[in-house]
């Protein structure tokens, strides 16, 4: 059972920047694909970003894609998410999640089957 932890949310004014930081802990950190989800207000959740196992593949939702940086640390069991040029429409709760097979690439929300608590990030002047 793996247990993953969200931090570095916040209220942040437009055009500035945050990072989220996710501690994983209760499997092999570094076979498994992480990924950052995101539900805005009223809306589903959708797909932001996710690094496989090795780091080698990225891959961003078009609407973060040049702003968002997605990067991982295996020694310490952590996946980032450096969010630059914020937007308020870049306004939600912002989950972690784990992949559910090792050793594979993926952006497929249904193939993350282990999440965080989630951590708000609000953007607004």
């Known amino acids: 059972q793996v247990q993953l932890v969200e931090s570095g949310g916040g209220l942040v004014q437009p055009g500035g920047s945050l990072r989220l930081s996710c501690v994983a802990s209760g499997r092999a950190f570094s076979r498994y694909s992480m990924g950052w989800f995101r539900q805005p207000p009223g809306k589903e959740r959708e797909f932001v970003s996710t690094?496989?196992?090795?780091?080698?593949?990225?891959y961003y939702a078009d609407s973060v894609n040049g702003r968002f940086t997605i990067s991982r640390d295996n020694a310490q069991n952590t996946v980032y998410l450096q969010m630059d040029s914020l937007k308020p429409e870049d306004t939600a709760i912002y989950y972690c999640?784990?992949?559910?097979?090792?050793?594979?690439?993926?952006?497929?929300?249904?193939?993350?089957?282990?999440w965080g608590q989630g951590t708000q990030v609000t953007v607004s002047s």
């Open positions: 999640a784990q992949d559910r097979l090792k050793n594979r690439s993926s952006f497929n929300e249904a193939d993350f089957a282990s």
């Open positions: 690094i496989s196992w090795s780091g080698d593949n990225t």
